[in-house]
């Protein structure tokens, strides 16, 4: 039994690995299930067996991208040297997981009013898991006695990270929902650590 599902784990890996490629490629709307059978030489039937419906591939893709990015902020958990490295290494891993998947997130675009709740769940992790490094850090640096002490390092996280996603540069009427352009990603990089930057010196004695 446990062979079977072993075999049973490897095909999802390799379907997981294969849709990854065709969504990064072409995004969620130009994919179809019959090209990712395809490309495994695989039947339509049995790539069905293993997910019932695109969008349900395409959660577990991003379920299996976002354990990767939590396992690079877990691993950096308390090993930095001060603040500042730490919010610059989440805000350029963040923006570097969002320009190396780009075309991936194009699944956003289409459906940012009506986003399924496990992707909602899967943002949320994210969130958590940027919340705690930063937190982490903050607690840090003022157990070090290199900022001011800090009454509720969480709920001032949470307000940073809020400010940060909801930078946006071009048209002043785009919502703050609106997944940012790919050619608007680098001067959004630079605003937020310009933003690290002035919070960062707010902290400072």
């Not at 690995?17 to 490309?39: C, P, V, W």
């Not at 069905?48 to 939590?70: E, H, T, W």
């Not at 790919?182 to 310009?194: G, N, Q, T």
Request: a negative charge; proline letters at 3%; hydrophobic letters at 40%.
């Amino acid at each position: 039994m446990a062979a079977g599902n072993d075999h049973q784990d490897i095909k999802r890996e390799k379907i997981l690995e294969a849709s990854y490629q065709r969504f990064l490629h072409y995004g969620y709307s130009k994919t179809t299930m019959n090209e990712i059978a395809g490309d495994l030489s695989m039947s339509k039937a049995l790539l069905y067996y293993y997910f019932p419906d695109k969008s349900q591939l395409y959660i577990a893709v991003m379920r299996k991208l976002s354990n990767d990015y939590l396992k690079i902020l877990e691993d950096n958990i308390n090993t930095f040297t001060n603040l500042k490295d730490a919010f610059v290494f989440q805000i350029d891993i963040h923006h570097n997981f969002i320009v190396s998947n780009y075309n991936f997130f194009d699944f956003f675009r289409l459906n940012e009013q009506n986003l399924p709740d496990p992707i909602w769940e899967i943002v949320g992790q994210v969130h958590s898991a940027e919340l705690n490094l930063l937190s982490n850090a903050v607690k840090t640096e003022v157990e070090r006695g290199t900022i001011k002490p800090v009454d509720k390092p969480d709920e001032l996280v949470d307000l940073l990270l809020d400010a940060l996603h909801g930078i946006r540069v071009g048209a002043v009427s785009q919502k703050k929902t609106n997944f940012p352009r790919k050619e608007h990603l680098e001067e959004i990089h630079a605003k937020k650590l310009l933003l690290i930057d002035i919070f960062i010196k707010g902290l400072m004695y």
